[in-house]
């Protein structure tokens, strides 16, 4: 017997009373809903309690019931919200991964293009030099023939021309 089970009604109480003699075990109060209901439910899926009897759509629903019901919605509400957040926040991942691997894929186009970049600059660079190199070769080679072209050209006079021919 559990705290607060009462063994039985004395004949005399139940006589002042008019009280039928009525066998109820801890068993009935297993289920906050009775055990009618614990018998019906027993082959009947379980809908939320719309349409059910003892639901609050019949309006007969007591007070311990509604309250039981409430926390049970309620239950089923935390549980459908942490279902829906986890697979938010797997879709969430999911989406991160894509992102993430678009981005590695950019890192790779991007620095693919980044060593075409280099290589053509260094190709220009080199052309640069070798071009400023014969500029430089072209300038001393210019100033060597001025100065064999002053140093062979005869000088002459002021005041007449000079013939090839007149000795």
Not at 120 to 139: G, H
Request: charged content about 30%; some cysteine; aromatic content about 4%.
């Amino acid at each position: 017997m559990h705290p607060g089970e009462v063994a039985s009604i004395s004949p005399s109480l139940r006589a002042h009373y008019n009280m039928p003699r009525i066998d109820v075990t801890s068993s009935h109060f297993s289920n906050p809903f009775g055990p009618c209901l614990s018998q019906h439910l027993q082959g009947t899926p379980l809908m939320h309690g719309f349409g059910l009897p003892g639901s609050f759509l019949d309006g007969s629903a007591t007070s311990d019931e509604a309250g039981g019901r409430q926390l049970s919605l309620a239950e089923e509400r935390r549980k459908r919200r942490m279902i829906s957040n986890r697979e938010s926040a797997r879709r969430s991942r999911m989406r991160k991964q894509k992102h993430l691997s678009e981005l590695w894929s950019q890192v790779i186009h991007l620095r693919s293009a980044n060593r075409q970049l280099l290589d053509e600059l260094n190709r220009v660079v080199r052309e640069r030099d070798q071009i400023a190199r014969e500029n430089d070769r072209l300038r001393h080679e210019e100033s060597e023939l001025q100065k064999k072209l002053e140093n062979d050209a005869p000088v002459e006079s002021a005041g007449a021309p000079q013939d090839a021919e007149s000795p």
